[in-house]
């Protein structure tokens, strides 16, 4: 397949399927996590562990950290080549799990996979979007996004008498989408943002700028701290919604599963609206830091009824309703788009990769004590905990959001550093290199 046949917005959608994969991993198994303990005899510190190290956490930290720079050194299309055969494999394993360490396996390899994909994912759909149109383009991975979950809560509605092995079936159906994904993503051109990039930083034989810049640089870090306490704090209470909300309605006392799986039915289908009438229509030609502060004041108010109000259904129904309309125009979104405009080419896949491994590592400690947390203090004391993390994001987003909207990559490059700091460094001759003592590694 030439590029001819796979560009503009057909690769977008190509690519934005990371995101369906990765939230489905992840819906896929928060409907089959209670079955899969019932089935095995798991505890809850096991159950813990399965939700911290699958593509809602731990896993997906570790293929941030692989993918992100191998995306930046390699090429961005590099990392397609690979991730969803590991992904594939990854589950396959779960689907014929017949003992505890296959389903751990699948977890994890699929976990993986979806890191190393997600953050380059991100990078490459927004240096392939127009300057005017990046919101929109960015907003189709959000989409696919909350399509995963809106997809995966209906199979689980719909199998619900068939317990685990639908469970095993929604995973199957993923298998099927990542190998359709895979095959069409063969015909990817690499990202035209990536190779002018790399192919000035070859002629001039410059040392490859990594990760010591990454962090070193005032202008990095800054946008490093920002961004994971927009995306890291939100992600804390999204986190756990994704894998945990049947848990978290069960406690509440909703304890039938098909209700359970109809409220997260609602919840993605509000985001899905939200994310195509809110995020893709208006990211590009409204306010960011107005579209974020809504996105983030509803989310905090959808945490505020989960924690304050009494568990009933139109008290649940609400927030469904409303945390859906949060998600689609929330903090995961405005992250992608600003990840990608606040970093240099030269390590914008590397900064994504570094921020996901930091959230999701947080997240992934925060998921191990959750079912232990409901168990013991319940819905309110966790929905007040939460609550508090959502409003330190709305707060720190709608105070330091960046005015990006409207222009180029390369113009938001040169703005934030300069011409000087975007040249390639080629190395220094050993006549002229300074003498140094030897690095302590």
């Known amino acids: 397949m030439s590029r001819k046949t796979l560009s503009g917005y057909r690769a977008t959608i190509a690519v934005a399927m990371s995101n369906y994969i990765e939230a489905g991993s992840i819906i896929a198994l928060a409907t089959s996590l209670s079955l899969w303990q019932s089935h095995f005899g ?14 809602n956490a731990f896993g997906a930290a570790a293929g ?23 992904y594939m494999i990854g589950t396959l394993f779960v689907v014929f799990a017949g003992q505890t360490w296959m389903l751990f396996t699948g977890i ?37 996004w909350s399509l995963g979950p809106f997809v995966g ?34 015909g990817l051109a690499e990202s035209d943002v990536w190779k002018e990039s790399n ?15 990454l962090i070193s640089l005032r202008q990095n870090v800054k946008a490093l701290l920002f961004l994971f306490a927009v995306y890291g704090l939100w992600n804390l209470w999204a986190s756990q919604a994704g894998i945990f909300m049947p848990r978290i309605y069960e406690t509440a006392g909703v304890e039938s599963a098909t209700q359970q799986n109809l409220l997260q039915v609602l919840v993605w289908g509000m985001t899905v609206l ?118 330190a994001a709305l707060i720190i987003g709608t105070l330091w959001a960046p005015k990006t909207e409207g222009k180029s990559l390369k113009e938001i490059e040169l703005e934030r550093y300069g011409a000087d700091d975007l040249e390639p460094e080629a190395p220094m001759s050993p006549v002229t290199a300074p003498v140094r003592e030897p690095a302590i590694h």
Not at 66 to 80: C, M
Not at 158 to 169: D, M, N, Q, T
């Open 42 to 55: 798991l505890s809850n510190a096991l159950i813990g562990l399965a939700a911290a190290l699958s593509a």
């Open 64 to 86: 941030a950290m692989i993918g992100g720079p191998l995306g930046d050194k390699y090429g961005r299309k590099f990392i397609y080549t690979y991730d969803l055969i590991l």
């Open 108 to 144: 994890i390899l699929t976990g993986i996979a979806v890191g190393a994909g997600v953050p380059v994912a991100w990078t490459y759909i927004a240096e392939e979007a127009p300057a005017d149109g990046r919101a929109k383009h960015v907003g189709t991975a959000q989409l696919a």
């Open 153 to 186: 809560f209906i199979l689980a509605t719909a199998l619900v008498p068939l317990g685990l092995l639908g469970s095993r079936i929604i995973f199957a159906h993923l298998f099927v989408i990542a190998f359709i994904t895979w095959w069409v993503r063969r």
């Open 199 to 213: 192919a000035k930083q070859v002629a001039a034989g410059a040392q490859r700028r990594g990760f010591r810049e």
């Open 274 to 391: 939200a994310t195509y009438f809110g995020f893709m229509r208006y990211g590009d030609r409204v306010s960011r830091r107005t579209l974020y502060a809504i996105g983030a004041t509803l989310a905090v108010i959808s945490c505020a009824i989960l924690a304050f109000a009494p568990g009933t259904i139109p008290a649940l129904v609400s927030f469904a309703v409303i945390w859906g309309v949060a998600s689609g125009i929330g903090a995961q979104a405005f992250y992608a788009l600003w990840t990608a405009e606040l970093f240099a080419t030269v390590y914008r896949a590397s900064a994504q990769g570094v921020l996901f491994f930091a959230v999701r590592i947080a997240c992934g400690l925060i998921s191990y004590a959750l079912p232990t947390l409901l168990a013991t203090r319940g819905v309110p004391f966790v929905g007040t905990m939460m609550m508090v993390f959502l409003i």
